[in-house]
């Protein structure tokens, strides 16, 4: 491409709210992509190209299509806080790429209720479920969401009202910066106002109401947290397991052999980056494990096959959870190929004979060995008894370069 092109970042206000530099660029573009709504907002001759839908697949051919004309793109506020600017850069490379950047939607919300921009979270609804916003949500937080359109208010007061959050304080900002701002609060319990604008912001006071079940972002959920047939890790080894699998932010894990989905679903909440690839051979619990990561707040859980066959064209993980399936032939061979040099392994056994494959992978490979036996306190007429759960064995290793 002869000239880079140049994002512009647009508010509510349009022409009037922009920078002379920026007006000087988009004066002097030949083309214009954007937004209808966007493209209404600014003057001049420019040829206007409204974005196709959808949007991604499309963007080579039309930069193809327009290369070697002055190009410039009209985007919502900030272009590089979860706008246009992101993908073009991905796409075209930083040095094709001007962006001139008008203050985000986050800002202004922030200026309107006096909360401290470095201090508040901002949880993006744009292209995520609104069941992606539960594992913010906790007693006291404050926090921010960029809507989808005028129907997420709504969805986000339903989610609230389900999850035990019906005392928390919203704050409803549509148009911000423009002539048509609009600030409309309440309580999620109270709320009725019907949908507004589709440019809008949540503002969310967290409070959760007395009583209700506590889901942090600290492994160890309550088992009722889960659907499940008996195919669950119990709690007290979840959170040992998990601490196990050890997961930083961005890393993708394999649960093979998913039951419930409830490693894969503790590992992505730890962190919003956090991936995970469950591999279940039952179609019902296939199932149950969408539902679960939906309603725990972790949607994106991409849930697969039977292990092995359905490891092949699965991205390489970062760590590997083995619960399920640790005798059935060939699943720990395809898990420890697929291991790269440094990604860590975490197999719990709870059969006699699952135990013997751990000893002998443990004297192939290295890494610890550990044995819990959780008991747990329960009534015996008057008085209370420890009852034994199961004991589970438990093997950990990295994977190093000689093995």
Known sequence: MGH???VVGIGADGWDGLSRSAC?????????FGSARQLDLVPGDAERVPWPSPLVPALPGLFERYDGR??????SGDPMFHGIGVTLVNLLGADRVRVIAHPSSVSLACAR??????????????????????????????????????????AVVELLRDNGFRDTEITLLEQLGGPL?????????????????????????????????????????????????????????????????APEPGELLWDVGGGSGSIAIEWMRTDPTCRAIGFERDETRRSRITANASRLGVPGLDVRGAAPDAL???PTPDAIFLG???????????????????GRMVV??????????????HAAHGGALRKFQIYRGSALGGFTAWRPQLPVAQWVVTKENMQ
């Open 312 to 314: 092949a064209d699965a």
């Open 181 to 245: 701002e609009t600030v409309v609060s309440g309580t999620a319990d109270t709320w009725t106002r019907a949908p507004g604008d589709p440019l809008n912001v949540l503002a969310l006071d967290c409070r959760r109401d007395a009583g209700s079940v506590r889901r942090t972002r600290t492994p160890g959920l309550p088992d009722d947290s889960f659907e499940s047939d008996g195919q669950l890790t119990k709690q007290e080894v979840r959170a040992l397991t998990v601490a196990a699998l």
């Open 24 to 32: 000087r660029a988009l004066e002097d573009a030949e083309v214009l």
């Open 348 to 361: 719990n056994a709870v059969t006699a004979e699952s135990e013997v494959l751990l000893l002998r992978w």
């Open 113 to 154: 209720l006096g909360w401290a921009l470095h201090e508040t979270p901002v949880v993006s609804l744009v292209t995520a479920p609104v069941a992606a916003l539960l594992p913010h949500l906790a007693e006291g937080r404050r926090l921010l969401v960029l809507a989808r359109d005028q129907h997420t208010p709504a």
């Open 70 to 75: 002055r190009i410039g793109v009209l985007a």
């Open 4 to 6: 880079p092109v140049t």
């Open 324 to 342: 399920g399936g640790v005798t059935a032939p060939g699943v720990f061979d395809s898990c420890w190929d697929a291991l790269p040099v440094g």
